[in-house]
């Protein structure tokens, strides 16, 4: 079984910063990439930002220049740098990764965190 498991969200002025992280753990073989998502109600999950292993991250426009992706491959955590935040980055945040398991090894998967609220708001 694996895991990923969330933390760093919460309530910010505009203009403010938060980081966010997410560590998995369980039976894992290798992981192929990690990222974040974020929903807000009534809209679909988008995707913020990915990084693969040993690959260069990649980003939603609307954070480019704001957001920084970052992982510790020993430590098999991902974490979400979120500066200059705007109202609209209010969603919950959802990591993501990319992970084949020892228990069925023959693929990649996709799991998921349960999410963390980020609210930006005066």
């Known amino acids: 079984q694996v895991q990923l498991v969330e933390s760093g969200g919460g309530l910010v002025q505009p203009g403010g910063s938060l980081r966010l992280s997410c560590t998995a753990s369980?039976?894992?073989?290798?992981?192929?990439?990690m990222g974040w998502y974020r929903q807000d109600p009534g809209k679909e999950r988008e995707l913020v930002a990915v990084?693969?292993?040993?690959?260069?991250?990649n980003y939603v426009d609307s954070v480019k220049g704001r957001f920084t992706i970052s992982r510790d491959n020993a430590k098999n955590t991902v974490y979400l740098q979120m500066n200059s935040l705007k109202p609209e980055d209010t969603a919950v945040y959802y990591c993501?990764?990319?992970?084949?398991?020892?228990?069925?090894?023959?693929?990649?998967?996709?799991?998921w965190g349960r999410g963390t609220q980020v609210t930006v708001s005066s």
């Open positions: 369980g039976s894992i073989f290798s992981i192929r990439s």
């Open positions: 993501n990764g990319d992970i084949r398991p020892y228990t069925f090894p023959d693929r990649y998967y996709a799991y």
């Open positions: 990084i693969p292993t040993g690959g260069s991250a």
